[in-house]
């Protein structure tokens, strides 16, 4: 039986096929550079070294975690006074801190000098640009009514003059007559 779609395969993206081959790669390397380091300064010296990689991880989580959470109460205060919240350039978020206190957690060498690296304003900036236009790409091509196209919708920030904000409440009962509502209450919101 035919349905009339096409069955030709779809072809595997070159991400999928070679990242379980990059973090095996990884994995290996990073095991093989913390024996050569065992060897070179010793035991304790590299569990040292781990263990002040896992405490200064954990302070710049906390550290991004409190600035987001501050971002997020100037945001909502913002609102509520009514104003438009401004928004962030990308690399000025919290996210890719996060990524690196989170690298400088894991156990190994190469993940805290990706980490100490990705602490960089300028990397991070530089990264978080990246990301964004890789995701405006994606988003673009993305076909209409999947959930690329509803992300695109969401993500227009000022109206086009079509949309009017206001609130109707409309309540018709029979031998209702005409006039103010004495039940009438305001909307919260401005």
């Known amino acids: 039986m035919t349905t009339g779609t096409p069955t030709?395969?779809?072809r595997r993206s070159p991400a999928r096929t070679f990242l379980p081959l990059a973090v095996a790669a990884?994995?290996?390397l990073e095991i093989w550079l913390l024996t050569v380091v065992a060897d070179v300064a010793g035991g304790p010296a590299l569990?040292?070294?781990l263990a002040g990689g896992i405490v200064l991880g954990a302070v710049v989580i906390k550290r991004a975690g409190r600035r987001a959470f501050k971002n997020l109460a100037n945001t909502f205060q913002q609102a509520q006074q009514g104003q438009q919240p401004t928004p962030q350039q990308p690399g000025q978020g919290n996210g890719?801190?996060?990524?690196a206190g989170l690298l400088l957690m894991l156990p190994g060498l190469l993940s805290d000098v990706a980490g100490l690296v990705l602490l960089l304003p300028p990397v991070r900036a530089w990264i978080g640009r990246?990301?964004?236009r890789s995701?405006?790409?994606k988003m673009a091509?993305?076909?209409?009514?999947s959930f690329g196209d509803a992300f695109q919708q969401a993500r227009i920030h000022q109206p086009d003059g079509k949309v009017v904000q206001g609130e109707v409440i409309r309540e018709d009962r029979p031998g209702q007559q005409d006039g103010p509502d004495p039940a009438y209450r305001?909307?919260?919101a401005p």
């Open 8 to 10: 030709a395969p779809r």
């Open 141 to 145: 091509s993305a076909p209409a009514g």
């Open 47 to 49: 569990a040292a070294l």
């Open 96 to 99: 890719l801190t996060m990524l």
């Open 186 to 188: 305001p909307p919260l």
């Open 26 to 28: 990884w994995l290996i």
């Open 130 to 132: 990246r990301a964004a």
């Open 135 to 137: 995701l405006e790409r």
